[in-house]
């Protein structure tokens, strides 16, 4: 009797470890430095009021901008491509977008994406509004549309800096506070 449950735990534990395998084929860590960047759709914003003051727009107020679905799968094509994933209301985030903004050089080279997930939507106008977005055409900023965010998110602090190189491979996921120095060595 005991050699028979010791077999059925064995063809168990094997079984389970199968499945396991079988589970795991054909998914990849797109967290792992060298894996190629995943599907990128997002819905880009835009403010389209005539002109945005910092402030000006209260919480409540409709938004004022338009929304573009766009493919952002080949953004890196040639230069590579820095991809923020970040939280319209993170402090953190806004101190790293203000970063980004005084050093335009980061950005003019490569593609630079704050991107966001699909429930921060109501919050995205006034992060624009807030951060004077319009004054930096370099930086799109947008609504994850692709599962982007789920598939290379680590769930630690925000932001999280995803870099590319040109052929669309992760090169490095910085997360939390980010050093312009810490971006500048990849933009060659």
């Not at 395998?21 to 860590?29: E, I």
């Not at 403010?47 to 953004?75: E, F, Q």
């Not at 994933?85 to 790293?96: A, D, L, M, N, V």
């Amino acid at each position: 009797m005991k050699q028979l449950l010791i077999s059925f735990s064995l063809i168990f534990l094997y079984l389970l470890s199968c499945g396991n395998t079988y589970a795991q084929q054909g998914v990849t860590d797109f967290t792992q430095p060298g894996t190629h960047m995943p599907p990128l759709v997002y819905m880009s914003y835009r403010d389209t009021s005539a002109i945005v003051v910092k402030k000006a727009r209260k919480r409540k107020s409709p938004a004022t901008g338009t929304y573009t679905l766009t493919n952002g799968s080949d953004m890196y094509k040639g230069k590579g491509c820095f991809v923020m994933i970040f939280s319209p209301e993170c402090s953190h985030c806004r101190e790293t977008t203000t970063m980004l903004q005084a050093n335009t050089d980061l950005y003019t080279q490569k593609p630079l994406l704050l991107i966001t997930t699909s429930k921060m939507k109501d919050f995205l106008p006034d992060f624009y509004a807030d951060m004077e977005m319009v004054k930096y055409p370099g930086i799109a900023v947008g609504i994850d549309s692709s599962q982007y965010v789920a598939n290379t998110f680590l769930y630690q602090p925000l932001p999280q800096m995803n870099i590319y190189d040109s052929t669309g491979k992760l090169l490095k996921i910085y997360a939390g506070k980010i050093a312009a120095d810490s971006l500048r060595k990849y933009i060659k």
